[in-house]
């Protein structure tokens, strides 16, 4: 297997704030990261491929100015999102992929935005 | 139509029960089959992984793929109270690699 954390596990904001979440391939490089969200009872959605040295690219309707993405190094991807709302209030989990076929799940982070 | 549909449950099963778990699909480009497996509020864990059509087997736990019939499987045999948890189905175009459309999941609990 292989190991991929999440920081914080979970965080309450005030509206209008930004909050960043950092997701670390520890035991392995990954050169690409999915940024994914899950709400109460719903599947995961993705939210943005992030490639290690360039831009994110954004799934349709995820606004890339609210959640910026960087993936600084091979083991190390954040998300920001900025001037948070309650609606933004979800689960956030980030993968890992390690060689050619392996997608390692981080173990999330709860954001709760009052 | 979704492009995954998977049944959400719950289902309820006693210990040692053969445990039969489903997803279905719509888009016949997908060739790569996942099953994760998630406890509540944690990431999901890969279970199994299946390329095209055909039977896996790892243990307790079997993958079956039928891309004619777009429907895909999860058996789970001699089922344990610690296989509660919710299943997901997940699937890709190119790979394990590449981003993954999941099912809703199944939420599974074994009484003992």
């Known amino acids: 297997g292989a190991v991929v954390s999440q920081h914080p596990s979970w965080v309450i904001c005030k509206s209008g704030t930004s909050v960043k979440i950092e997701c670390r391939s520890l035991?392995?490089?990954?050169?690409?990261m999915f940024w994914y969200r899950q709400f109460p009872k719903q599947s995961l959605m993705l939210m943005a491929t992030s490639n290690e040295g360039s831009k994110a690219t954004y799934e349709q309707g995820v606004e890339k100015d609210k959640f910026l993405i960087n993936h600084a190094s091979l083991t190390l991807s954040t998300l920001t999102v900025t001037s948070a709302h309650p609606e933004d209030s979800s689960f956030y989990i980030c993968?890992?992929?390690?060689?050619?076929?392996?997608?390692?799940f981080g173990p999330g982070t709860r954001l709760t935005v009052t | 139509q979704k492009e995954v549909e998977q049944d959400p449950g719950p289902l309820s099963v006693p210990e040692g029960a053969i445990v039969s778990l489903n997803c279905t699909y719509s888009n016949s480009a997908f060739q790569y089959f996942m099953w994760y497996r998630q406890y509540s509020r944690k990431g999901p864990e890969l279970l199994m992984y299946t390329y095209s059509s055909g039977n896996k087997e790892d243990g307790r736990f079997t993958a079956q793929v039928d891309k004619s019939s777009k429907y895909i499987s999860l058996f789970i045999r001699d089922s344990q109270p610690s296989d509660s948890a919710t299943y997901l189905c997940?699937?890709?175009?190119?790979?394990?690699?590449?981003?993954?459309?999941f099912g809703k999941g199944t939420k599974l609990t074994v009484n003992p």
């Open positions: 997940a699937m890709s175009l190119q790979g394990g690699s590449e981003k993954l459309v």
């Open positions: 035991d392995f490089q990954a050169t690409t």
């Open positions: 993968s890992a992929v390690k060689g050619a076929y392996e997608q390692y």
